[in-house]
């Protein structure tokens, strides 16, 4: 009998199954989620209102991969959030806006709602906390906490205004930290944003009203507080036990040690508010919950809207597993008050299994100015057009498991030519494209039969890796170690790519064509298996590739059984059938070019004037670069900076470009000449049968690791040099800086296609098999090869161009392009 719920059914839990709940921290509902909302960490940075902000970690994005990841693993998973919409926060916003706070919470309730669903997050429920259900459970919780004597009454000593004529709650009161070495000057009244210390309003030194900016004085006032000190062992108890079972992470065990090391006190439940769950209590009904007591219960009552047995989720410890995401700063909320509070009731709760903890996210340089509006918002990414699945994947590969990290716009754009277009697009659009081709050349689409593949040494080779790296990213993702898995996962991607090179397929498709269907077979089974692996990270990247594998959603592969996965990891030729028809191939992954970058870095930076100012200069930049036209006749009017050619040498030197073949590679495989350290022995594809062997003279300015699956410009016609007994049958085009003391590689466009030639417009194009060595046609034309003081490569003032674009170098502005294979051979004759 089949246990699984109606589509539309909400899921209770299975017995016999594993049953999981995952939440991540409410966001709060005053204001547009940004990147650090989504991403599953705080993001430091100042908003476009002018005030600076922190955003509490909601671990939105962490746990949508969780839970995508649960689901194909055959767990019967929830994923439960929702907007945390009681509070100071509000009843400000409100003010700001000139509405009520009902208004507001409808407003960016909906808000919220459209930008995680642009980012593909898969929740079960989304909700919201001004709900009856809210209201109902908070309101128990708290008549049992009552019942059970662990709530204690106290008078205290509350900032008043006398100009709003109201007490102002933590959130209302700004001043100065009073912690040594921090003294903050914008401290909130509840927490310190720069130490992150817990306050009280009158701890605050020369404490603001943040309404109307006046000096509020202390008054007494009443509240109820929950008796931490109290409930300190049955906490202990449960952390005890929970730190070794859930594996909790060394930040969350860090920052809850601090709290429980410094001593547990009585905590102030109640605020002098008119927005929230009102105190179901004769002498406190004007009064609400404070919202750190109220808005964990959130996570109950959302779950009570999406199910009227929420019960069975949340009162179930033996059958459900609790999974919940979060920022640092939000541990001590999740580890010990919320906990707190259930084990007060003297109730069966599902307790928190696992805490996944994340660290900071700083915006570029971490420089913040009040007077700036710095940051992303996430309406904002969704204009950039850069697609949801890549900033789904650089947020992830950034995720900050252990320490803070930086976003910046170059390692974005690094990370989407390099990693997502050259690794993992490359491969996948490399073997859907060559199955597509026509009888003949490829397969007419048909994905071809693979009989005896095991007993193929290359195929079995690259079986056994794919396996044990299914082993790891299984293992990863069960420990919550989600940037890990992703790491692992794109690994798979560089194996098949190198498994390609190393069977050099398009010489078996006629030397050895069962051989050929073998290969094409696995590695069309590999784009099945990443399509799976990455499905909870980039889950239209998946939808996409199954679309052009023809095959429907439903149809992705399941990790249901443990063994099995990985025994099947280790033959991806069995992931497909023989004979399946699949799609059209297209481009999964687009270049993000400098230009772009520069622009996008102007718009998110600065003051709003400095922004528009910054804008349009970016445009009128791009502007230019786009419309970079040399004309026949200022390419022949061109003089030399010497000055001593003849019109006929300048006639002649014109037409050497033409003779140049050079073209667009990318290197499958780089490593150390055995010979000389100062050289690498690379293999560049550039469009051929086969790759070519390279050997350059990088080896002390570039990193070997910078230059796999890295696209180059590539001279293919010159004579063959042998250096250091490898031949080498072109030459990688570099820069370098007048000095000599930096060098850099001609970098083309990230979408620039292999093989596809680099033209100078205003010349032909007509290359000769091998320039002729006596002519000295590329000496002639070296002389006028360079860099512009736009980064772009350059002969004389006509840009190198493919067409994707120009190609351009990293930072050496007015340098010298050169062929360094030459002079490094000059160099060995030299010493030999």
Not at 95 to 100: A, T, V
């Amino acid at each position: 009998m089949d246990d699984t719920p109606a589509p539309d059914s909400p899921k209770l839990p299975i017995p016999g199954r594993r049953n999981i709940l995952i939440t991540s921290a409410l966001p709060y509902v005053n204001n547009v989620p940004h990147l650090g909302n989504i991403i599953g960490y705080f993001l430091l940075l100042y908003g476009r209102n002018m005030n600076l902000f922190r955003i509490f970690d909601e671990g939105v994005l962490s746990a949508d991969v969780f839970a995508r990841y649960c689901r194909l693993r055959g767990y019967n998973t929830i994923y439960i959030c929702g907007t945390d919409e009681y509070g100071t926060a509000t009843e400000t916003k409100a003010m700001e806006e000139n509405c009520s706070p009902e208004e507001i919470c409808d407003k960016y309730h909906a808000i919220h709602k459209d930008v995680y669903k642009w980012f593909d997050i898969s929740f079960d429920e989304f909700g919201r906390t001004s709900s009856p259900q809210q209201t109902q459970v908070c309101q128990s919780i708290f008549q049992k906490l009552m019942e059970n004597n662990w709530l204690s009454e106290n008078t205290i000593q509350q900032l008043y205004c006398d100009s709003c004529q109201r007490f102002l709650a933590d959130r209302l009161v700004e001043g100065t930290c009073p912690t040594l070495d921090c003294h903050y000057g914008s401290a909130r009244g509840d927490q310190c944003e720069k130490c992150g210390k817990l306050l009280n309003p009158t701890e605050l030194i020369d404490p603001k009203c943040k309404v109307c900016q006046n000096t509020p004085h202390v008054r007494d006032t009443d509240h109820l507080f929950l008796e931490l000190p109290l409930l300190r062992g049955k906490l202990e108890e449960y952390i005890d036990a929970m730190l070794v079972v859930g594996s909790w992470s060394q930040n969350a065990v860090q920052a809850t040690n601090a709290w429980l090391k410094e001593g547990l006190k009585p905590r102030c439940i109640t605020r002098d508010l008119k927005w929230g769950v009102h105190v179901p209590h004769e002498k406190y009904k004007d009064k609400v919950f404070y919202v750190w007591f109220d808005a964990p219960i959130g996570y109950i009552s959302i779950t009570a809207c999406y199910t009227s047995e929420w019960e069975k989720w949340w009162k179930n410890p033996e059958n459900v597993e609790l999974y919940q995401f979060m920022g640092k700063d939000n541990v001590p909320f999740h580890t010990v008050m919320f906990p707190s509070t259930l084990l007060g009731t003297g109730e069966k709760w599902t307790m928190m299994k696992t805490i996944s903890v994340t660290e900071y996210l700083n915006y570029e340089t971490g420089k913040f100015s009040k007077t700036k509006g710095i940051g992303i918002f996430g309406n904002d990414a969704k204009e950039t057009n850069i697609p949801a699945e890549v900033w789904r994947y650089y947020l992830l590969t950034n995720r900050p498991e252990v320490s803070d990290t930086l976003f910046t716009w170059v390692d974005l754009q690094a990370k989407l030519n390099s990693e997502l277009l050259n690794n993992l697009g490359n491969f996948v659009n490399r073997v859907l494209s060559f199955i597509a081709k026509p009888e003949g050349s490829g397969y007419n689409s048909f994905v071809p039969d693979a009989p005896d593949a095991e007993l193929h040494d290359l195929t079995k080779d690259v079986g056994e890796k794919v396996g044990k790296l299914v082993y790891q990213y299984l293992d990863a993702m069960e420990k919550v170690k989600l940037k890990q898995a992703l790491r692992i996962a794109m690994s798979i991607s560089s194996e098949g790519n190198a498994y390609l090179q190393e069977s050099q397929f398009w010489r078996l498709y006629k030397e050895d064509p069962t051989s050929c269907a073998i290969v094409m077979k696995t590695a069309a089974g590999l784009v099945y298996l990443l399509a799976a692996l990455l499905e909870p990270f980039m889950p239209s990247f998946s939808k996409e590739v199954l679309k052009q594998l023809n095959l429907p959603p439903a149809s992705l592969l399941s990790f249901y059984d443990d063994n099995g996965i990985s025994n099947i990891g280790k033959m991806p030729w069995q992931f497909l059938p023989s004979g399946l028809c699949i799609g059209k191939p297209e481009p999964l992954f687009k270049e993000l070019k400098d230009e772009d970058v520069e622009y996008f870095r102007a718009r998110f930076s600065g003051s709003q004037a400095e922004r528009r100012k910054a804008e349009s200069d970016a445009n009128k930049i791009a502007e230019q670069l786009t419309n970079t036209n040399i004309t026949e006749t200022s390419a022949k009017k061109h003089q030399s900076k010497s000055g001593q050619n003849t019109k006929a040498e300048a006639a002649e030197t014109d037409s050497s470009i033409s003779k140049l073949d050079i073209r667009v590679g990318i290197i499958r495989k780089a490593q150390i000449h055995p010979d000389a350290d100062n050289l690498y022995v690379e293999e560049i594809d550039v469009g051929e049968e086969s790759t070519r062997t390279v050997v350059s003279g990088l080896a002390k300015c570039i990193p070997l690791q910078q230059l796999e699956n890295r696209k180059v410009c590539v001279l293919c016609n010159l004579k063959p040099a042998t250096m250091r007994g490898i031949k080498s049958h072109a030459i990688v085009l570099t820069a370098s800086s007048n000095d000599n003391t930096k060098m850099e590689l001609v970098d083309p466009p990230a979408a620039a296609a292999v093989g596809e030639p680099v033209t100078f417009p205003g010349y032909s194009n007509e290359p000769e098999r091998i320039l002729s060595a006596k002519s000295k046609v590329w000496e002639k034309v070296q002389a006028d090869l360079h860099t512009d003081s736009a980064l772009v490569a350059c002969y004389r003032d006509v840009p190198f161009t493919t067409s994707a674009g120009v190609c351009k170098v990293a930072t050496i502005a007015n340098g010298v392009i050169r062929n360094i294979q030459c002079n490094v051979l000059i160099k060995l004759e030299c010493t030999s």
